[in-house]
């Protein structure tokens, strides 16, 4: 018997209980990551040897089928898969990226299959270029519906670990569609069933607009009332009482921000000198 953990990468409080709700109930733990990097916390997971399979799911996607995904862990075990998730590029998502990597909004991780071959100095040290064609090649075509770029190796943090696992394991990559509200990613099983929605642009559920436009090229602005539409519909397909939140909840989820803001403040400076480089090597090049 396979050893199932659900993982949550969350910086709202709210939103990750609001997201909890509609998985807590299934008989499988829950752990809730806080201030972890971008890619620190696959590593988390991969530390824990009291799971075999990680369900990652962001604090922003709401289960809407939990048959579909218990369903999703039983096809990626019996089928070899290391991943199962999103592409990053190609689907119905805001993104445009490399459709190799998978976005983390959402995985099934074979982590006992990962840790057979797991080594942070090899992943480091792999050089997509040396595979790219190969791995393009073997890439299903059917998934490339909307932009996308292979050439992407740097869009993200976490993208070394995923280029490095797809090059070392089978990688499950799932379909999906475009929410009517234009930004959420229903994402969809093998037999385009919808597991989870995914709003996107969590970090400005509650962040006040003129906050945002100070530190967002794009100014997206809040994006609350279109989230919580996402979450109420979530709920409903559930049959499930979206969860009420008294004067003491909302104090707690505002001590909680504070403390998060604190403490990822200090963790976004120290990667400038990163986003820096890198960009003096992209006009370089």
Not at 47 to 65: G, Q, R, W
Not at 248 to 265: A, C, E, H, M, Q
Request: with cysteine; aromatic share 14%; net charge positive.
């Amino acid at each position: 018997m396979e050893k199932i953990k659900i993982f949550t990468r969350s910086f709202d409080l709210k939103l990750y209980l609001l997201s909890r709700r509609l998985y807590e109930d299934l008989g499988v733990p829950t752990v809730r990551l806080t201030d972890q990097s971008a890619d620190g916390y696959f590593y988390t997971m991969l530390k824990d040897t009291d799971c075999d399979i990680a369900i990652n799911i962001d604090e922003d996607a709401f289960l809407v089928d939990p048959d579909a995904l218990f369903r999703l862990v039983d096809y990626v075990v019996s089928n070899g898969y290391a991943n199962a998730g999103c592409p990053d590029g190609g689907g119905f998502c805001p993104r445009g990226a490399n459709p190799i990597v998978t976005n983390p909004f959402f995985n099934i991780f074979n982590l006992k299959l990962i840790r057979t071959k797991f080594d942070r100095k090899a992943i480091r040290d792999f050089r997509y270029a040396d595979h790219k064609d190969r791995m393009i090649a073997a890439y299903p075509k059917e998934r490339l519906e909307n932009k996308y770029d292979f050439e992407k190796t740097d869009q993200e943090p976490y993208y070394p670990f995923f280029l490095w696992l797809a090059n070392n394991f089978k990688t499950l990559y799932l379909p999906s569609a475009r929410h009517e509200d234009g930004i959420t990613t229903i994402l969809l099983d093998p037999e385009g069933k919808p597991i989870c929605l995914h709003t996107w642009f969590a970090r400005f559920y509650t962040t006040p607009t003129w906050i945002v436009k100070l530190f967002d090229s794009r100014k997206r602005g809040m994006q609350k009332l279109r989230i919580d539409a996402v979450i109420d519909q979530a709920y409903a397909s559930r049959g499930i009482e979206r969860p009420e939140f008294g004067f003491g909840d909302r104090l707690s989820f505002l001590g909680n921000k504070i403390v998060r803001w604190i403490i990822k403040v200090p963790q976004r400076v120290s990667r400038w000198p990163y986003k820096i480089r890198k960009k003096l090597q992209r006009r370089a090049s």
